[in-house]
């Protein structure tokens, strides 16, 4: 019985207004976050990644810093009961409000496939807007401004530290980053972007200020 009843429901909050509901088991409601975060990175990195209007719209908000949560509305439960409830939470929000492609439950269409012209059309936005460079300085320092807010930093690592200790997770993301890097252009392009100089740049500073703030906690000495 436990086992049938693993399934919850859950809410990505943005700046304290519920903007996607969603159905899942395991980490599945702290993925978004990181998925987005992923999303940013890879394009950081030159890599044309085509994404829903959903993680479009988190990956904008995470930019600007924006306040986003994940709360559990429901858990414990079937999972067509976990259907039936994201159904029927879906419903009482504004339509204007969410960000929510489908209306969720049961008629949610599994296994939804773009037709070519919009992967298409979605492909050729992307490399129209990543191939700014002042765009992409832009958005790097949105990065770092954003990482500079001691609770920010807190409330993501916390997510991060709860999805990464489920097991099924940890072997999902382990198999995707293996297939990822099994491909030669990914670990060229990977490669390029970590030997870049100012690339290093950005991260020994993030180290530098990784053990200032640590030593802070700790009332230790600051100096380098």
């Given at each position: 019985?436990?086992?049938?009843?693993r399934f919850y429901v859950y809410a990505?909050?943005?700046?304290?207004?519920?903007?996607?509901?969603?159905?899942?088991?395991?980490?599945?409601?702290?993925?978004?976050?990181?998925?987005?975060?992923?999303?940013?990175?890879?394009?950081?990195?030159?890599?044309?990644?085509?994404?829903?209007?959903?993680?479009?719209?988190?990956?904008?908000?995470?930019?600007?810093?924006?306040?986003?949560?994940?709360?559990?509305?429901?858990?414990?439960?079937?999972?067509?009961?976990?259907?039936?409830?994201?159904?029927?939470?879906?419903?009482?929000?504004?339509?204007?409000?969410?960000?929510?492609?489908?209306?969720?439950?049961?008629?949610?269409?599994?296994?939804?496939?773009?037709?070519?012209?919009?992967?298409?059309?979605?492909?050729?936005?992307?490399?129209?807007?990543?191939?700014?460079?002042?765009?992409?300085?832009?958005?790097?320092?949105?990065?770092?401004?954003?990482?500079?807010?001691?609770?920010?930093?807190?409330?993501?690592?916390?997510?991060?530290?709860?999805?990464?200790?489920?097991?099924?997770?940890?072997?999902?993301?382990?198999?995707?980053?293996?297939?990822?890097?099994?491909?030669?252009?990914?670990?060229e392009k990977m490669n390029?972007?970590?030997?870049?100089?100012?690339?290093?740049?950005?991260?020994?500073?993030?180290?530098?200020?990784?053990?200032?703030?640590?030593?802070?906690?700790?009332?230790?000495?600051?100096?380098?």
């Amino acid at each position: 019985m436990k086992k049938r009843n693993r399934f919850y429901v859950y809410a990505v909050i943005v700046d304290n207004k519920i903007r996607y509901i969603g159905k899942g088991t395991g980490g599945r409601a702290y993925m978004h976050i990181r998925i987005a975060r992923g999303i940013v990175r890879r394009r950081m990195a030159g890599e044309t990644v085509s994404a829903t209007p959903f993680y479009e719209k988190l990956t904008e908000v995470w930019l600007k810093g924006s306040d986003i949560q994940i709360s559990i509305l429901k858990n414990k439960l079937t999972d067509r009961k976990a259907y039936a409830v994201e159904c029927e939470l879906i419903a009482k929000q504004k339509a204007s409000q969410l960000w929510n492609t489908w209306s969720g439950g049961l008629g949610s269409p599994k296994g939804h496939k773009k037709s070519e012209q919009q992967k298409h059309r979605s492909s050729e936005s992307n490399k129209k807007t990543w191939s700014d460079e002042k765009l992409k300085q832009k958005h790097s320092k949105r990065c770092k401004v954003i990482w500079l807010n001691p609770e920010y930093r807190r409330k993501t690592q916390a997510a991060l530290k709860a999805a990464g200790q489920q097991p099924e997770l940890r072997k999902k993301r382990s198999d995707a980053a293996k297939v990822r890097w099994a491909n030669p252009e990914f670990r060229e392009k990977m490669n390029r972007a970590f030997s870049d100089p100012a690339y290093k740049r950005l991260r020994s500073q993030a180290t530098k200020q990784g053990w200032i703030t640590r030593r802070q906690k700790i009332g230790g000495d600051n100096s380098l």
